[in-house]
């Protein structure tokens, strides 16, 4: 028996594969590999994000004995089994020591998307370039992946997504089954893209001014309803990139020595970086099918006005009848009628205030006629 763990990690096409996975079980199941059922699938079935079924692995049991191969895939287990205590735990449960696999980017493309996946879905509101004292060291992860392979001697195969983006599929299946010759003809659908310009700023500012969640009514639905709208990049400055640089150079390097030289990560000059994008003024634009979709999906999930809300003239007479509380001045009957209209609007049928605002009613009439 052989088991194969795809543990991500984040940003490098792990939804695409988890959705060709989902979509393909019977195709796998063809070539002797079971890729288990799990309740994320469905997501993943409909090009949606998913966290694929690696959470099975975390079950205090795992069946194993439906079939003689078994691929699980989930970019949680990336951050759960870094370390020796959990991996052995691991062993044991599985009863073997699995395939782990992994994938890899370049710097600077590893850094756009994960800052874009810091606005889209993480609640974040800082600027790509401030955004560079969040970043973790990504590739001193992979180091202690491959550490860890050669402690515990079991095989880790890690490919570089910035090789393989526009064939990621392709290269997966080739990498657990040796070959992709079975692979029917796929199209190249985009899961989970990246957002443009002017939708990372809508999220980065309802994230920084609005109280609660919105990546499900805003990133979510215009990734998951409009995959493949081209995405755009941010300028970054040329200090953030010395940072960047400074702070990773060195473990990219001791990643690379155990990589094929054809996966190798690249680090690009600043020039390279940034082609394309200096000396032009940043503008946002949305099409009509992005604004339709983002207006019906935000009056959907914030709470449309109701009329027991106050509004700016309920807001100035409630000062007023507060400053003549304060100079010891009594209350008229407007001003007992006006406040118990705005009872009302917050509590409507309640019989009591109801009777009081026709009685009200019935002695400014009776005063107005006098």
């Given amino acids: 028996m052989s088991v194969y763990i795809h543990i991500g990690h984040g940003k490098t096409g792990s939804s695409a594969i988890q959705s060709f996975l989902a979509n393909h079980q019977d195709l796998l199941l063809q070539q002797g590999m079971l890729y288990p059922e799990a309740p994320m699938l469905e997501n993943a079935r409909k090009g949606e994000v998913s966290s694929g ?9 795992v069946d194993l004995s439906q079939c003689e191969n078994y691929l699980f895939s989930s970019e949680v287990l990336f951050y759960h089994f870094d370390n020796e205590q959990a991996l052995e735990q691991l062993f044991t449960k599985l009863g073997e020591k699995p395939t782990i696999m992994f994938y890899t ?62 064939n990621i599929i392709d290269n997966f299946v080739a990498s657990i ?35 609660k969640p919105s990546h499900q009514f805003i990133s979510d639905i215009l990734v998951n309803k409009l995959p493949n709208i081209e995405s755009e990049r941010f300028v970054i400055d040329e200090e953030t990139y010395n940072q960047l640089l400074n702070y990773n150079k060195e473990a990219i390097e001791k990643v690379n020595q155990h990589l094929a030289k054809d996966e ?5 000059e600043y020039t390279d970086v940034v082609e394309g994008l200096l000396g032009s003024a940043e503008s946002y634009s949305f099409s009509y099918e992005q604004l339709e979709l983002l207006v019906k999906s935000i009056t959907g999930n914030i709470p449309q006005p109701d009329s027991r809300f106050l509004v700016s003239e309920d807001a100035d007479y409630l000062r007023d009848i507060a400053l003549k509380y304060e100079k010891n001045e009594l209350l008229d009957l407007e001003e007992a009628d006006k406040l118990m209209r705005l009872a009302l609007r917050a509590r409507p049928h309640r019989s009591f205030i109801e009777r009081k605002v026709e009685e009200y009613n019935e002695a400014l009439k009776d005063k107005h006629q006098d």
Avoid: C
Avoid at 53 to 61: M, V, Y
């Fill in 53 to 61: 079924n690696g959470a099975l692995l975390l079950e205090p049991e």
């Fill in 177 to 211: 089954f040796g070959h992709s010759n079975f692979l029917p003809s796929l199209e190249n659908k985009k899961i989970n893209r990246s957002l443009t310009k002017s939708e990372y700023i809508i999220q980065m500012l309802f994230n920084k001014y609005y109280q």
């Fill in 264 to 268: 190798r990560i690249k680090i690009g």
């Fill in 105 to 166: 980017r370049d710097l600077f493309d590893h850094y756009f998307s994960t800052w874009g996946q810091f606005i889209k879905r993480g609640g974040g509101n800082k600027t790509i370039d401030e955004f560079v004292d969040v970043y973790q060291n990504f590739y001193q992860k992979v180091i202690d992946y491959i550490n860890l392979s050669q402690t515990l001697d079991f095989r880790l195969i890690i490919n570089n997504y910035s090789r393989h983006e526009n």
